[in-house]
Structure formats: structure tokens, C-alpha cells
């Protein structure tokens, strides 16, 4: 018996049967030939046409298929041997397709789109701008660069099976690292981390000085975010000129400016969240930052609030707004004026989230190595000054199997990502001594998921239903439970934190732990794009929808569950897709079982309270936050983003963002049949695109390129 099999691309890789398996069980189930049975005896006829006709050779992918269609012909399954030829053709045509419109050699199976993200952002080129790696030397040089980190620890280290087991977690799409990671491990800059806090001091240097940091932290990819809480308000004194303070916002518009000019590392643009407490005298020009468009477009912005605040807003009470040169008292006002501001704001724009400051820093681990004031961009990992922190995720779309989670998988993945994430973290070279002295003092890596809603789907269970939030709370309990396992397991051999004593662990009479955080549930918006899977925890955008892969070109996408059980259950039909685009929606489509149209439900078939009972169910069992985006209707009212603000304070999470449907003029995603406007820039079509008769441009569901999911006017 063989054991190895040579693929297209030259290598020689283990030989597995159960792919042979799986190709033909497949092809059965789409003609209603056969099932499992019929594809194990059809698999074994095919094993022994390789022995007999292969003996003394490796078998090549290309003779391998020629084998299967042979047994499927012989076998007198005649439409399913039309339907594996067909497959085969169409394959053969993307695989070209793939490689003219990228200039990239698909050598790990993937997507046209990811093909193309990974050309335009990831890809190593040369300087014309050509790429010089394909996208399995692009994992190759991770995997080997991460793993030395392992000589650190043990000159003696396998660094060669860590490198393997780290390439096959990332090439099977079974974790996947956060952008700087996959962009710089192994080359010169070597800044792998994505997620930045730098202070903002209220003098002249040190604001500068932050600007400074900023540029050189966007030139190597990261995204930062700031608290502008301390700078005094606008119109107040300055007493070593005599003059009158500028204020916060003067100063944001500054970070604003620089941000434009750095484009981070010409492979994304850059990213700021920015700060300011409910208390600051200059809240309410804070709050209307953003109602005009084009202002401060390089920021997120969100009130940092408490939960005192919200019981003042609930009891009527009124605070101090302060001064924070000299903690004194401005003037009074009453809490729901800037609450109702707020509301009002967020739905016009999407602009300000709200963060609960008291909750961040309540479940700070290092309380004696400083307070926590801001998040990075996203919101989902508050930092201390100048701490920084690498992300990957887990991608649960390959964590089910036959109707159920794989948990002895899930468990093992769990344990290679913090592995490697520690090992992120002496492997990142960071363009500031006071960022090196925090992220080694912490080791703070963040841990999270994606492809949730595609494992929900393939477990049978709704997104908006009470099951799916105890699947939630289940999936993510376990892997905060196994990432504390793991990283007590480095502790021992590689040491705690340095600042371990006395932190909150220490405190509890804890094991010593070797991070100190671990999870972390991010947006995953170009990683979940090659990982072929939905964002992070977010629901389904849409079914069927079409997506700009570049300039000039629209792809017709068709979500893959929904394919094989509309063809399983004799549904399918070309005019169907066509029906579908035009919203993204199943929910008023005719000839759609109800059973399918409730698996199938989008971002905004949800009512909103869901979107954050699926955000706190998962903040439950994760240490630092939830990125998260409650996506709202066109239709949807201020006194809805009052209702969501409300139950993301009754139901614990850390911070709630908000955007409804065309609250901004440019979106990455637009509806539709609501958009009869959007002119139509089609130029090509590919072979399903035809098959399907669609026409690209007006009515239907269309995408940016790097759009997977959650924030409607973020690609990041």
C-alpha cells in the first residue's frame, strides 16, 4: 500500500484515502445516487485500480481523478461520473481563472477573493510591487519564523515539528493569526501584533510624541487607540503660555491627519479608536464629532461611560462634567442629555459606541502595573499604555463534525494557538522600548473564534434562538478553559508573566500562568475571507450576494451550506439564486422551506436584542472583549439604539456598537433592492456568473472585497 501521493505543485505529501472518500460521496449527493456506503465500496475500487496500475509509483492528484472517474463509470453511476467530470472542469477553469486575474499561483486551495487579499495585502513582492512568494511560502515563512521562538527556551527544540504543526494549523484554516503576523513574521520589520494603547498626555510633547508613536506603529500595520480624557477642555487656560486650550477634538483631527499620510505599510490603511469620558467638559462636541461625513474618518470613536452613568441616566440624576487639569466641577447636567445625544448620534452615524471604562478595568489582571483607559480600534482588547497584543482565531466552521462539535479537535487547536501566540510574542520587534517593556511584562495574547455562524448552521441550530447562545457559551467556556491549561503548561517550563506578582492570579492563590490574558473575540475581517468562513461571531450579511474581488470584476457568491441543502433537498435552481441576491435574504422568498429559512437568517432578518444576547453570552468567557456589530435596518429608530445601549448594560458587556443600514453615504456593503442607484462597474463575469444569467449592477447584494461581516463601513 502507497503512502504518499504527488501533488499538482510538485510536493510529495502523506496519501489519505478519505479524501478519495469524501470526493465521491459528495459527487453521489448531488446526483441521488448514492450515499456513504455506495462512496467507501466506490473508494475501494479505486485503491485497487491505483495498486494495480500505479504499483511502484507515487500517484498524482490528476491520475488519482482520472481512477475515480473510471470506478464511477464502470459502476454504472453515469450522472454521477458526468457530475465528478463537470466539477473537475470547473476546478481546472478556476485554478487558471485564479492565477491570470492575481498573477498568483493558488498552491493550498483557495478562494478566488482570498487569493486576491492575500496578493494585495499579505504577499511578499518585490520592488515593482510583484509578488515574490506563493501563498504557501507565505505560511512556510510564519510557521518557521514563530517556531524559533521555541530555541528561547530549550536549544534543544524541535523547531522543525513546531514549524510543521504551525503550518498545518494555518493551511488547514483551522487558526489563523492576526494581519501583522502573516505580513511581517520573517521579514525586516517583524511587528506582529495588531493591537496598540498609547497614552495621550495633556502638553504640547506629549501629544506629539503620541502622534509620533502613532505613525510608526501604522507603518508596520498595527491599529492604535487612545484615551483623550486628560487633556483639558477647550477654552480652558494654559498657564505657561497664558493662551487658551485647543481642546481633545483639535487634537484628534491631528491624529486624523497623520493617519492619512502613514498608510500602514501601503498593505491597509490605518486605524484609531478614540476615547473621551461621559465627565469631560467637551463630551458634547465629542458626541457630534462625526455627524458630518469625512471627519475624522480614520477613527472610531466611543464615550467611555460606567455603570454609575447609566443608573444616573435611568434615575434622572445629574453629574459634574471635570476638568481634568485640576479635577474640579465645570457645571451640572443631566445624565440623559448626553445619554439621548448619544443615542441619537449613533444612529444617524454609527458614531459614538459607548465602552464601560469601570468594566475594563475591573477585569484588568495587572491593577498594579496601571489602570486601563482604551481599547484598540475594534474595541475588543483594552490595553494599557503602551501595551500591545497579537490576536488569532479559531476557525469553528471545521470544528463540527456529523451534526456535532469535534471537541477533541477544537481541544488540540486550542493548545497549538497558544503556543504559538506566546511565541508571538518573543518573536515581535517593536518600534518603541516602552511597548517591548509592557508586552513582555504582560504576555497578554488574545485568543478568539470565527466561522461561528457556520458552525451553527451545520449543527442545525438558528442564530437567534436560546440554543445557539448555549452553544456559545459551551464553545467559548471551552476554550478559555483549555487556553489557561495550556498557557499553565508554559508557565512551568517557560515562567509566568513577569508581572506575575501581584497581579490578580497571584492575589487568588492561582497557578502561575504564563499569559496574561488569553481570549479575545476580534471582527477577523480579512483572515475569516481566507479562512473561507463567516466573521468572527457574527451572523451571516447575506446568502447569495455578488462581491467586487477588483477593480472591474464581480464575482456572484453563493454561501456553500446553503447550496448543498438547497440541491439535497430539490430546491435549487438558478432563478432562485438570482431571486436571492437581490436582498441577501431567504426571508421572502416563495419555494424555501421554513425549516431552511429560519437555519439561514441574516444580520438584519435578526431582531437586534439577539445581536448582544450573542455578544454577552460569549463575553462570559473571555478575558479581555467582544467585537461585535448590531447591525440595524434602514427603518430602525433612536429609541431601538436606546433599547440595545440599555440591555448591553443589563446584560454585562464591555462595550456596544451600533450602525444602521445607510447611516453613512459609503458602505462595503449595500442591500440591493435598496440601492437602485449604485451605478454598475462591471466589466467581467466568471463561468457561474453566466450560468446564472446574472446581471452585476443594479438590485442586488453587493460586497467590497475584503467585507466578510459585522461593521458595514469597515473593512479591517
Known amino acids: 500500500m502507497f503512502e504518499r501521493v504527488k501533488k499538482r505543485d510538485g510536493r510529495i505529501v502523506p496519501f489519505e484515502k478519505g479524501k478519495i472518500t469524501e470526493a465521491i460521496f459528495k459527487a453521489l449527493q448531488s446526483t441521488g445516487e448514492g450515499g456513504r456506503e455506495e462512496a467507501e465500496e466506490l473508494s475501494d475500487n479505486v485503491m485497487g485500480q491505483i495498486e494495480e496500475r500505479l504499483r511502484g509509483r507515487v500517484p498524482d492528484v490528476e491520475s488519482i481523478q482520472d481512477l475515480v472517474e473510471r470506478a464511477l463509470i464502470t459502476s454504472g453511476y453515469a450522472e454521477t461520473a458526468k457530475a465528478y467530470i463537470l466539477y473537475r472542469k470547473e476546478r481546472a477553469e478556476l485554478r487558471k481563472a485564479k492565477e491570470v486575474l492575481t498573477g498568483v499561483k493558488d498552491d493550498i486551495k483557495l478562494s478566488l477573493n482570498a487569493l486576491k487579499v492575500l496578493e494585495r495585502r499579505y504577499l511578499i513582492k518585490d520592488e515593482l510591487g510583484r509578488p515574490v512568494e506563493t501563498p504557501r511560502e507565505l505560511f512556510e515563512r510564519v510557521a518557521n519564523n514563530i517556531a524559533l521562538a521555541d530555541k528561547k527556551y530549550d536549544e534543544k527544540a524541535d523547531i522543525e515539528r513546531s514549524a510543521e504543526e504551525f503550518y498545518n494549523l494555518m493551511t488547514s484554516f483551522l487558526f489563523i493569526p492576526n494581519s501583522p503576523t502573516l505580513m511581517n513574521a520573517g521579514t525586516k520589520l517583524q511587528q506582529l501584533a495588531a493591537c496598540f494603547v498609547l497614552p495621550v498626555g495633556d502638553t504640547i510633547s506629549e501629544i506629539f510624541d503620541a502622534v509620533k508613536y502613532t505613525a510608526l506603529i501604522h507603518k508596520t500595520g498595527g491599529g492604535t487607540g487612545f484615551s483623550f480624557s486628560r487633556l483639558r477642555p477647550k477654552n480652558d487656560v494654559v498657564q505657561s503660555t497664558g493662551g487658551i486650550a485647543s481642546g481633545p477634538l483639535s487634537f484628534m483631527r491631528v491624529f486624523d491627519v497623520a493617519t492619512d499620510v502613514i498608510k500602514q505599510g501601503g498593505k491597509r490603511r490605518g486605524a484609531n479608536m478614540g476615547i473621551l469620558r461621559y465627565d469631560h467638559p467637551d463630551i458634547f462636541d465629542f458626541i457630534t464629532a462625526k455627524s458630518n461625513e469625512g471627519v475624522l474618518s480614520n477613527f472610531n470613536i466611543s464615550v467611555g461611560i460606567t455603570e454609575d452613568f447609566m443608573k444616573a441616566v435611568q434615575n434622572g440624576e445629574e453629574i459634574d462634567l471635570i476638568n481634568p487639569r485640576d479635577g474640579k466641577s465645570v457645571r451640572k447636567v443631566k445624565a440623559s442629555v448626553i445619554f439621548d445625544l448619544l443615542v441619537y448620534n449613533a444612529w444617524k452615524s454609527g458614531d459614538p459606541g459607548i465602552i464601560f471604562l469601570d468594566r475594563l478595568d475591573r477585569d484588568n489582571p495587572t491593577p498594579h502595573i496601571g489602570h486601563i483607559e482604551s481599547t484598540n480600534p475594534c474595541g475588543e482588547q483594552p490595553l494599557l499604555p503602551y501595551e500591545a497584543c497579537n490576536l488569532g482565531s479559531i476557525n469553528l466552521s471545521k470544528m463540527a463534525r456529523n451534526g456535532s462539535i469535534d471537541y477533541e479537535l477544537l481541544k488540540d487547536v486550542v493548545h497549538k494557538s497558544v503556543h504559538f501566540l506566546d511565541n508571538v510574542i518573543d518573536m515581535s520587534r517593536f518600534p518603541l522600548k516602552q511597548i517591548t517593556n509592557m508586552v513582555n511584562g504582560n504576555r497578554k495574547i488574545g485568543l478568539g473564534v470565527m466561522g461561528f455562524a457556520d ?115 430539490g430546491f435549487y435552481s438558478d432563478d432562485l439564486m438570482r431571486e436571492v441576491a437581490k436582498t441577501g435574504s431567504l426571508h421572502d422568498i416563495r419555494g424555501i422551506p421554513e425549516k431552511v429559512k429560519r437555519l439561514f437568517v441574516t444580520a438584519h432578518d435578526i431582531e437586534p436584542e439577539w445581536h448582544v444576547r450573542m455578544q454577552a453570552a460569549f463575553q462570559k468567557y473571555v478575558d479581555n472583549a467582544v467585537s461585535k456589530t448590531v447591525n440595524l435596518p434602514y427603518y430602525a429608530t433612536p429609541h431601538d439604539v436606546e433599547k440595545i445601549y440599555i440591555l448591553g448594560y443589563e446584560l454585562g458587556v464591555k462595550g456596544i456598537t451600533v450602525y444602521r443600514d445607510r447611516s453613512k453615504s459609503e458602505q462595503v456593503i449595500y442591500m440591493g433592492s435598496n440601492y437602485n442607484d449604485i451605478p454598475n462597474t462591471n466589466k467581467e463575469v466568471n463561468s457561474r456568473n453566466v450560468r446564472y444569467g446574472v446581471n452585476l449592477g443594479n438590485g442586488l447584494v453587493r460586497v467590497d472585497s475584503e467585507y466578510s461581516g459585522g461593521c458595514e463601513t469597515c473593512s479591517i
Open 455 to 569: 458552525l451553527l448552521i451545520q449543527l442545525n441550530v438558528a442564530y437567534n434562538s436560546e440554543k445557539a447562545l448555549e452553544v456559545a457559551e459551551e464553545i467559548m467556556k471551552f476554550i478559555a478553559t483549555e487556553a489557561k491549561k495550556k498557557s499553565q503548561e508554559l508557565a512551568k517550563i517557560r515562567g509566568p508573566f513577569p508581572n506575575f506578582k501581584g497581579s490578580v492570579f497571584d492575589i487568588k492563590g492561582e497557578p502561575p500562568i504564563r499569559n496574561a490574558t488569553l481570549t479575545t473575540i476580534a471582527p477577523t475581517g480579512t483572515i475569516s475571507i481566507i479562512g473561507n468562513c463567516s466573521s468572527g461571531i457574527e451572523p451571516l450579511f447575506a446568502v447569495v450576494y455578488v462581491r467586487n474581488v477588483m477593480e472591474g470584476t464581480e464575482l456572484l457568491e453563493v454561501n456553500s451550506y446553503f447550496e448543498d441543502i438547497a440541491k439535497k433537498q
